[in-house]
């Protein structure tokens, strides 16, 4: 059933067939710990090599997050998708930046993919904020 705007009971055409998400795979093989940007995340899938060692990369901070996503409000929420590609045993930590909550494991073992929920919580200038959930993991 197609969802109703808000404006004056209408009928929003965008929403009168299936949503199909634009996804955009970005690879990173760094060497060290890296801080996502705003672009990766909302591209919907990361591709994470620690090349040679376990990592602890960081969100982006909530403010950055907020200005990326056109009409962002409270509730407004995307998903993305960690993937170690990683040879060897080492796993790919997720920290929170500037604004972030983590709800769940965020640790992503050797060959093994996560999905995260991303909900933001404050889209007040200053006081941005969001959430991200762990939604389970698989082995690929």
Same mark, same amino acid.
């Given at each position: 059933m197609p969802r109703v705007s808000s404006?004056?009971?209408?009928?929003?055409?965008?929403?009168?067939?299936?949503?199909?998400?634009?996804?955009?795979?970005?690879?990173i093989a760094t060497a060290g710990n890296v801080t996502y940007t705003p672009a990766q995340l909302?591209?919907?899938?990361?591709?994470r090599d620690g090349?040679?060692?376990?990592?602890?990369?960081?969100?982006p901070a909530a403010a950055d997050l907020v200005e990326a996503v056109q009409g962002a409000m409270v509730g407004t929420s995307f *998903?993305?998708?960690l993937r170690n590609t990683t040879s #060897? !045993? +080492?796993?790919?930590?997720?920290?929170g930046g500037t604004g972030a909550t983590l709800s769940g494991t965020a640790t992503v073992a050797q060959l093994n993919t996560k999905m995260?929920?991303?909900?933001?919580?404050?889209?007040?200038?200053?006081? *941005?904020?969001?959430?991200?959930?762990?939604?389970? #993991? !698989? +082995?690929f």
């Amino acid at each position: 059933m197609p969802r109703v705007s808000s404006h004056m009971g209408l009928q929003d055409p965008r929403f009168d067939g299936p949503v199909m998400p634009r996804i955009t795979a970005t690879t990173i093989a760094t060497a060290g710990n890296v801080t996502y940007t705003p672009a990766q995340l909302l591209g919907g899938l990361i591709l994470r090599d620690g090349n040679g060692g376990a990592r602890t990369d960081t969100l982006p901070a909530a403010a950055d997050l907020v200005e990326a996503v056109q009409g962002a409000m409270v509730g407004t929420s995307f *998903e993305f998708e960690l993937r170690n590609t990683t040879s #060897t !045993a +080492v796993a790919i930590t997720v920290a929170g930046g500037t604004g972030a909550t983590l709800s769940g494991t965020a640790t992503v073992a050797q060959l093994n993919t996560k999905m995260f929920l991303v909900v933001f919580t404050s889209v007040t200038v200053g006081s *941005e904020a969001y959430t991200v959930y762990s939604r389970g #993991t !698989a +082995v690929f």
